[in-house]
């Protein structure tokens, strides 16, 4: 578990994002939470992240999550984040690195169905299972070839298996957790004015990170 570019990008006196501790890599299993966070900083983008490895792995999507059988959408990967980062919903301060507006917009369990989440990271392939408040089903992250869109940590996330129900605008701007939209998370407000996004009540045997 290494989370030193994390620690380098931010200033901890200005932000209220956690800084993480470490601890003992959990051993290897075949699921963990994922967590999704819209982030509205200089372009707005999904940070998608799956716990592996008592980190939680992360994926910048600048158009979102696919819900269409076959779709794709570009996912650059980005440094790990502490598995504490699951539960931050506010305002990163101007200045700072990733200023704006994050919202927790999903969060469950999920299940690698190949490989632990460890290998399928390093062989640069996982088929996953989601099980959240907004997006239930499967999806699978490939990383692609050096070179290809210019960068070297590019993936593709693909919508497999099936089609799920697209996601309306008001769900889309609706926290999975506190309820709240985007405006008044940047604001500050406490109350939200919508109802939050169901919980998922699966629960799989790999209930902690993989190794």
């Known amino acids: 578990m290494n989370l030193s570019r994390y620690h380098a990008k931010r200033d901890f006196s200005r932000t209220r994002e956690p800084k993480g501790r470490s601890g003992r ?4 299993a075949p699921g963990g ?3 999704i966070q819209k982030h509205a900083a200089s372009r707005l983008h999904y940070d998608f992240r799956l716990e592996i ?3 939680l792995k992360s994926w910048a999507v600048p158009k979102g999550i696919p819900t269409e059988k076959g779709d794709k959408r570009l996912a650059i990967a ?4 502490p598995v504490e980062y699951g539960s931050f919903e506010g305002i990163i301060p101007p ?3 990733g200023a704006g507006t994050v919202m927790l ?7 690698s169905l190949e490989d632990t989440p460890a290998a399928a990271v390093r062989k640069g392939k996982l088929v996953l299972h989601l099980a959240g408040g907004k997006l239930n089903g499967h999806w699978t992250l490939v990383r692609m070839k050096p070179g290809q869109f210019g ?6 996330l693909i919508k497999t298996e099936e089609t799920v129900r ?3 605008a008001r769900a889309d701007d609706c926290s999975a957790v506190s309820g709240r939209t985007m405006k008044q998370i940047a604001a500050g407000s406490k109350r939200p004015t919508r109802k939050r996004a169901p919980s998922s009540q699966a629960v799989f045997s790999g209930a902690s990170a993989g190794g």
């Open 25 to 28: 890599v959990p051993r290897a």
């Open 33 to 35: 939470q994922f967590v």
């Open 53 to 55: 490895s008592g980190v």
């Open 78 to 81: 980005v440094e790990d984040h």
């Open 95 to 97: 200045g700072s690195y």
């Open 105 to 111: 917009w999903d969060t469950g369990a999920f299940e």
């Open 151 to 156: 960068r070297e940590n590019s993936w593709l």
């Open 166 to 168: 697209s996601i309306s």
